[in-house]
């Protein structure tokens, strides 16, 4: 639907895609922040619907031939001068050399907040009995029943114990109810590891019905005895109940109820910021990721039903109803196991791996959109390839890379991405770069989120920053350094400066959705550190980020996934370049306020101080052009002096560093 409201856009952009979900939360924060990122949009002439159907795109959208909006702003003009600018007063450089400050918002404890807010967050501290079991596996077997908007389900998880456990405690939404908890029987089979789980001999144990407890957003299970450290333990909870309709998906999230243009069920679900528990019984925490997962999903004839990992076959039941099976042998957050079902077109492709290996392509589309799929589907190999040369082999070549249409903007959804642009290029930006961003965005996401993924909220941007960076790369790689450069003079206009970006202390998902700088601030960081380090070192690094061990490019079989935080990108970091870089890192991440560029002309001298938030030294580079010459001036102890002779000098021309503007 066509809508030229600079505001409505914006918060399009600043929450984006994303993977996540703002729970409820007002996006555009700052007015300042709005009325600097408006002014940088003034040329946005289309968007899509995504309220249930796919709109028609004009043809320039279609296309990707936007005009070129002139996306300059005046907090990103480089300063240009002549040597005959004018000093500061004595006062002036003094009152700028103080420290700056910058008002933090209050903190509010979890354990504080209202049960419904707790509810509706994710990857809070872990209780004791949460944190006593490490989880092997999942088998989902879950009905959707479209007419009720209500599912029905029977959970089965594989739990390795680590210290002694008494209860088994999930996380899982007030709408649902387990009403049955007990072991699973003889004939169960679960995959784990590859193998096949089965009881042969039945303690009396086994042979009893488990107490279940109710306790807020948690269900407890008392168990019969005390299980010990080391040991197995298989539990099976049966749930049914109407689950949360998304508010605002993917960013407020839960169920998408929807209707195609013809009629049929369109379903989806979301819930990166609110937690996996929206739906079904869980541990609810990002450190936690299981080994494997198997879906199993159940829906009204003639509908289809895809999920994560490989199709593993479907089951005709005599209700009319079909199950569809699925199985990710890689280890998968919770957030990223999904459902999505209607009377989908399958497209298929077949993509030439750099590692060798031929992955299957797949893109579930509505029947009425196969034309516009096929002409999109075209972009995959072309995105992937790119992903492959820059990060590395595409972690999940033995299952598929899968794309599903979607009511709902967008979603990383492991091996099964989310989509729902409206098949138009530049729908996130307006760069006329001529490619779906928001496909390469939820793609990039397979590398950083999926491959490599935060173990704790507080190191967030690591997924979001780097996913927003590569997209900068892909424009310069299509169209050259000066679309790149405006790129990231858009992706500076959105920057708010009101957290830290990864702060020190854990973190919910809730938390570090409140603003938009984990996206733009994040891609922001790390056009800095590429201009700190040189080329050469920033891409091994990103490379090693993704695959530290160059044999791991070899693995497909999910060994190569692993957590990660923003402590380990900067040890990573130092190990490339051999520089200590704890300064850098401690006034562009740890802390909110950006640090200031301070110069003057004094007697045909360039004077240049930074003046940071905190009481440290900050040696970053300045590029400054003198005459026709670019310079790079070495800032020991956060300063310089250098001789001008008389020429003019702009100061960071390309726009490289991240300052207070």
Not at 240 to 267: C, E, M
Not at 372 to 387: D, K, T, V
Not at 495 to 517: E, F, H, I, K, V
Request: charged share 20%; aromatic share 12%.
């Amino acid at each position: 639907m066509y809508n030229s409201s600079n505001s409505w856009f914006l918060v399009i952009l600043s929450a984006f895609l994303f993977s996540g979900c703002v729970a409820g939360r007002e996006t555009l924060q700052d007015p300042q922040a709005e009325t600097r990122a408006a002014s940088a949009q003034q040329e946005c002439s289309t968007c899509s619907d995504t309220s249930g159907s796919v709109t028609e795109p004009d043809s320039d959208a279609a296309t990707g031939s936007m005009e070129s909006a002139d996306y300059e702003t005046a907090a990103t003009v480089s300063e240009a001068h002549t040597s005959a600018s004018t000093s500061p007063s004595p006062d002036t450089a003094a009152a700028a050399s103080r420290v700056r400050r910058i008002e933090i918002p209050e903190f509010v404890p979890h354990h504080l907040r209202p049960l419904n807010d707790q509810i509706l967050d994710s990857g809070m501290p872990l209780i004791p009995e949460m944190a006593a079991y490490n989880v092997r596996y999942y088998d989902l077997d879950v009905a959707l029943q479209p007419d009720d908007q209500a599912v029905t389900g029977v959970v089965t998880a594989v739990l390795q114990v680590v210290h002694p456990l008494d209860w088994y405690v999930v996380d899982l939404d007030t709408t649902l109810t387990v009403h049955k908890a007990g072991f699973p029987d003889d004939s169960w089979r679960g995959r784990s590891e590859g193998s096949r789980i089965s009881f042969t001999v039945r303690p009396p144990e086994y042979q009893q019905q488990l107490a279940v407890e109710r306790r807020g957003g948690r269900v407890w299970i008392r168990l019969p005895r005390t299980w010990q450290p080391g040991e197995e333990l298989i539990v099976q909870l049966q749930y049914a109940g109407k689950p949360r309709v998304a508010p605002n998906p993917p960013w407020d999230g839960g169920f998408s109820w929807q209707l195609t243009p013809d009629g049929h069920p369109w379903i989806g679900v979301s819930c990166q910021t609110n937690g996996a528990d929206l739906w079904w019984p869980v541990k609810d925490h990002n450190s936690d990721r299981a080994d494997s997962v198997a879906i199993h999903v159940t829906v009204p004839e003639p509908l289809f039903a895809a999920s994560n990992g490989s199709y593993q076959g479907r089951t005709r039941n005599t209700d009319e109803t079909t199950t569809w099976h699925w199985f990710s042998s890689s280890p998968i957050s919770n957030y990223n196991v999904t459902v999505n079902a209607g009377p989908y077109t399958e497209l298929r492709e077949i993509y030439p791996s750099t590692s060798g290996d031929d992955i299957p392509m797949y893109f579930w589309v509505l029947p009425g959109d196969t034309l516009r799929g096929r002409e999109l589907m075209q972009q995959f190999a072309s995105q992937l390839n790119f992903f492959e040369r820059f990060l590395g082999p595409y972690p999940f070549r033995n299952e598929k890379f899968g794309v599903v249409q979607t009511s709902y903007l967008g979603m990383e959804h492991q091996t099964l991405n989310a989509y729902g642009a409206g098949f138009r290029n530049d729908v996130l930006f307006r760069m006329g770069a001529g490619y779906d961003d928001l496909l390469h965005h939820e793609l990039a996401h397979e590398w950083w989120g999926n491959l490599v993924a935060v173990h704790n909220w507080k190191d967030f941007w690591i997924h979001e920053g780097l996913a927003t960076y590569m997209q900068a790369l892909y424009t310069e790689e299509l169209h050259g350094p000066a679309l790149y450069q405006r790129q990231m003079r858009l992706f500076r206009s959105f920057l708010q400066n009101t957290a830290p970006l990864a702060p020190l202390t854990p973190q919910s998902s809730r938390d570090m959705y409140a603003g938009r700088d984990i996206y733009y601030k994040g891609a922001f960081f790390l056009h800095t550190l590429r201009y700190l380090v040189g080329d050469e070192d920033f891409f091994l690094l990103l490379r090693r980020f993704a695959y530290p061990d160059p044999l791991l490019e070899q693995k497909a079989d999910g060994s190569a996934l692993r957590f990660t935080s923003t402590d380990e990108f900067k040890q990573m970091t130092e190990g490339v370049t051999g520089k200590s870089l704890d300064w850098l890192f401690n006034v562009y991440l740890h802390q909110p306020a950006l640090p200031e560029l301070v110069y003057y002309v004094d007697d045909d001298n360039l004077v240049l101080e930074w003046i940071t938030p905190v009481q440290a030294d900050f040696p970053m580079p300045v590029p400054v052009r003198i005459g026709r010459e670019m310079h790079h001036i070495e800032m020991n102890e956060g300063f310089a002096r250098v001789r001008l002779h008389g020429e003019s000098y702009e100061i960071d021309p390309d726009g490289w560093l991240l300052r207070s503007m």
